[in-house]
T-cell receptor
Framework: AQSVAQPEDQVNVAEGNPLTVKCTYS??????LFWYVQYPNRGLQFLLK??????LVKGSYGFEAEFNKSQTSFHLKKPSALVSDSALYFC?????????????FGKGTKLSVIP | GAGVSQSPRYKVAKRGQDVALRCDPI?????LFWYQQALGQGPEFLTY????????KSGLPSDRFFAERPEGSVSTLKIQRTQQEDSAVYLC???????????FGPGTRLTVT
């Protein structure tokens, strides 16, 4: 079985400062990893994914994430936070193969960027 | 172009009532997914369609839950004899032939009283 942990329910960061939202995973095998963002009353929006190759993945809106196999982590980062980045962020994992569509999500981390 | 749309956006049902939730995927997307998101939790997979074929329904929590996509486009999630534990946001997502990039709708918030 696969699982995702987002250890922080909430992250507060000042506008202009770098931000990190943490994610660790547990799977048997090599994972596919994803980050989604959810704004109020809107659906989840895809930010980025790691499938294979370069461990540093760049995505939408200036976000990036680094796959660390030894630490089983996939933390989301941005060099300079914007107030508009305030939202709920979800990390997700799936396994390669026929069932790769089945995403397992973490519980989410609420990011608040303070002006 | 238009994204994934869902209707209704909000639904209040009395315990024991049947409900039907609709999803209109992005035009041309062959894959369609339903997820259930309880308050304060991440979405949980319910079921997966490829065109009109339901290829995976392993996440449906009970036989009261039924999903269909008869013409390979619009999908309906039906919940019979609703219970309070069914209260959640139901999310629909669609994708092209690459199911790894799923595009989500805004969800239907179901409240069972």
């Amino acid at each position: 079985a696969q699982s995702v942990a987002q250890p922080e329910d909430q992250v507060n960061v000042a506008e202009g400062n770098p931000l990190t939202v943490k994610c660790t995973y547990s799977v048997s095998g090599n994972p596919y990893l994803f980050w989604y963002v959810q704004y109020p009353n809107r659906g989840l929006q895809f930010l980025l994914k790691y499938i294979t190759g370069d461990n540093l993945v760049k995505g939408s809106y200036g976000f990036e994430a680094e796959f660390n196999k030894s630490q089983t982590s996939f933390h989301l980062k941005k060099p300079s936070a914007l107030v508009s980045d305030s939202a709920l962020y979800f990390c997700a994992v799936s396994l390669p193969g026929a069932g790769s569509y089945q995403l397992t999500f973490g519980k989410g981390t609420k990011l608040s960027v303070i002006p | 172009g238009a994204g994934v749309s869902q209707s209704p956006r909000y639904k209040v049902a009395k315990r024991g009532q049947d409900v039907a939730l609709r999803c209109d995927p992005i035009s041309g997307h062959v894959s369609l997914f339903w997820y259930q998101q309880a308050l304060g939790q991440g979405p949980e997979f319910l079921t997966y369609f490829q065109n009109e074929a339901q290829l995976d329904k392993s996440g449906l929590p009970s036989d009261r839950f039924f999903a269909e996509r008869p013409e390979g486009s619009v999908s309906t999630l039906k919940i019979q004899r609703t219970q309070q534990e069914d209260s959640a946001v139901y999310l629909c997502a669609s994708s092209s032939e690459k199911p790894l990039e799923q595009y989500f709708g805004p969800g239907t918030r179901l409240t069972v009283t």
